[in-house]
C-alpha cells in the first residue's frame, strides 16, 4: 500500500504519468465519473483549509465516491485526548482513504504507520505539502509546456511556507531548473533545504530581497502569504507581512509569458490589480488541484 506524505515518495515517472492523466480527465470529464463508485474519501483537517479540503471532496466527488470527515479538531475525539494513530486507525474502517492536514509536522507519517488505508499529506505544519506540489506541477506543465528549463522565482515566507519547501523539492529532479529566492533575511529559506535539496543537487540559486531585481529573468514567479500561524511573536508577524507586494508596477519588467503562481490563500501580497492580467494562474491553479488530486485518488486506490 502506497501513501503520500513527502512528494519524494513519487518518481518523477510517476508524476509525469499522474500529470498526464489529470489532463485526461480535463478533457475527458465523464470517462472518470464512475471510478471510484462505492469508495469512501475521508478528510481529517486539523488545521483551516479552503481549497486543498474542498478541493480533494470534490475529487472524490467527481469520481463517483463519498466523503466523510471534519474540518476542525475540536469536533473530533482528539479534543478528548486520542491520538492522531488512533483516529486514523479508527477513520480507516470507515474509509478507503484519508488525506489528512495536521499543524505537527510528521504527523501524517505516524498516521501512515498504522494505517490499513492510504494516507495523504495535506499539509504539516511548516514542513511539507505535497498534493500542493502536484497542483504546482500541473499547473507548470499546463501554463508552460515543460518542466525543465525554467528560472523560478520563490517570492515572500520561503522559512515557514511549507508549498515552497515541497515544490523545491519537486523541481530539482527535472532539467536546468534555476531558482531566484526572494525573501528578507528572517524568512530566508530552511539550510536544511539549501544544503540537503539544492547544493546536494547541484542546482544554481540566487538570493535577494528585492522582488524586482530578477524579474526580467523570470519563467515562473511563485508568490507565497506571510505564514502568520507559525510566528513565535506578533510583533515580528506585523514587521514583515507587508514586506512583498506584488502589483502592475513590479511587473513592468517581467516576461510577456511569465506565470505568475500562488498557493492561496492570498492576504495581500498580490494586488488585485494584477488578477486580470493574463499571466496571472493563481485562481486557474486552484482549479487544476480538484484534476491532479482525481488523478492521485486514481493511482492510490489502484483504480485503473
Ligand atoms: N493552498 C492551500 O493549501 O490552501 P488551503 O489552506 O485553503 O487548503
Given at each position: 500500500?502506497?501513501?503520500?506524505?513527502?512528494?519524494?515518495?513519487?518518481?518523477?515517472?510517476?508524476?509525469?504519468?499522474?500529470?498526464?492523466?489529470?489532463?485526461?480527465?480535463?478533457?475527458?470529464?465523464?470517462?472518470?465519473?464512475?471510478?471510484?463508485?462505492?469508495?469512501?474519501?475521508?478528510?481529517?483537517?486539523?488545521?483551516?483549509?479552503?481549497?486543498?479540503?474542498?478541493?480533494?471532496?470534490?475529487?472524490?466527488?467527481?469520481?463517483?465516491?463519498?466523503?466523510?470527515?471534519?474540518?476542525?479538531?475540536?469536533?473530533?475525539?482528539?479534543?478528548?485526548?486520542?491520538?492522531?494513530?488512533?483516529?486514523?486507525?479508527?477513520?480507516?474502517?470507515?474509509?478507503?482513504?484519508?488525506?489528512?492536514?495536521?499543524?505537527?509536522?510528521?504527523?501524517?507519517?505516524?498516521?501512515?504507520?498504522?494505517?490499513?488505508?492510504?494516507?495523504?499529506?495535506?499539509?504539516?505544519?511548516?514542513?511539507?505539502?505535497?498534493?500542493?506540489?502536484?497542483?504546482?506541477?500541473?499547473?507548470?506543465?499546463?501554463?508552460?509546456?515543460?518542466?525543465?528549463?525554467?528560472?523560478?522565482?520563490?517570492?515572500?515566507?520561503?522559512?515557514?511556507?511549507?508549498?515552497?519547501?515541497?515544490?523545491?523539492?519537486?523541481?530539482?529532479?527535472?532539467?536546468?531548473?534555476?531558482?531566484?529566492?526572494?525573501?528578507?533575511?528572517?524568512?530566508?529559506?530552511?539550510?536544511?533545504?539549501?544544503?540537503?535539496?539544492?547544493?546536494?543537487?547541484?542546482?544554481?540559486?540566487?538570493?535577494?530581497?528585492?522582488?524586482?531585481?530578477?524579474?526580467?529573468?523570470?519563467?515562473?514567479?511563485?508568490?507565497?502569504?506571510?505564514?502568520?500561524?507559525?510566528?513565535?511573536?506578533?510583533?515580528?508577524?506585523?514587521?514583515?507581512?507587508d514586506y512583498y507586494i506584488l502589483n502592475k508596477e513590479k511587473l513592468q519588467k517581467a516576461k510577456s509569458d511569465l506565470c505568475i503562481m500562488h498557493p492561496l490563500p492570498r492576504?495581500?501580497?498580490?494586488?488585485?490589480?494584477?488578477?486580470?492580467?493574463?499571466?496571472?494562474?493563481?485562481?486557474?491553479?486552484?482549479?487544476?488541484?480538484?484534476?491532479?488530486?482525481?488523478?492521485?485518488?486514481?493511482?492510490?486506490?489502484?483504480?485503473?
Open positions: 500500500m502506497k501513501h503520500l506524505i513527502d512528494i519524494n515518495d513519487l518518481s518523477v515517472e510517476e508524476i509525469d504519468k499522474m500529470i498526464e492523466v489529470a489532463k485526461d480527465i480535463i478533457a475527458n470529464k465523464e470517462k472518470y465519473s464512475h471510478k471510484c463508485d462505492g469508495k469512501i474519501l475521508a478528510t481529517l483537517f486539523f488545521e483551516p483549509s479552503t481549497r486543498t479540503r474542498l478541493s480533494f471532496e470534490s475529487a472524490m466527488l467527481n469520481l463517483g465516491g463519498n466523503v466523510l470527515g471534519f474540518s476542525e479538531a475540536s469536533s473530533s475525539s482528539v479534543s478528548k485526548g486520542e491520538t492522531v494513530a488512533d483516529t486514523t486507525r479508527v477513520v480507516g474502517v470507515y474509509s478507503d482513504i484519508i488525506a489528512m492536514r495536521h499543524p505537527k509536522e510528521g504527523a501524517p507519517l505516524v498516521a501512515s504507520e498504522k494505517s490499513t488505508v492510504p494516507i495523504i499529506n495535506a499539509g504539516d505544519g511548516g514542513h511539507n505539502h505535497p498534493t500542493q506540489t502536484l497542483t504546482d506541477l500541473l499547473t507548470i506543465k499546463c501554463e508552460k509546456g515543460k518542466l525543465e528549463d525554467l528560472t523560478i522565482g520563490l517570492c515572500g515566507d520561503l522559512k515557514f511556507g511549507r508549498t515552497v519547501h515541497s515544490l523545491i523539492s519537486a523541481m530539482v529532479r527535472y532539467k536546468n531548473i534555476k531558482f531566484v529566492l526572494i525573501s528578507p533575511k528572517e524568512l530566508e529559506i530552511p539550510e536544511y533545504v539549501k544544503k540537503d535539496v539544492l547544493d546536494k543537487n547541484n542546482i544554481e540559486y540566487i538570493e535577494t530581497k528585492n522582488i524586482e531585481e530578477y524579474m526580467d529573468q523570470l519563467d515562473v514567479l511563485y508568490m507565497t502569504r506571510v505564514q502568520k500561524e507559525r510566528f513565535f511573536n506578533e510583533e515580528d508577524y506585523i514587521r514583515l507581512k492576504v495581500n501580497e498580490i494586488a488585485t490589480d494584477v488578477d486580470d492580467d493574463p499571466r496571472a494562474c493563481y485562481f486557474k491553479q486552484a482549479e487544476y488541484g480538484k484534476f491532479i488530486r482525481m488523478a492521485l485518488i486514481l493511482k492510490l486506490l489502484e483504480v485503473e
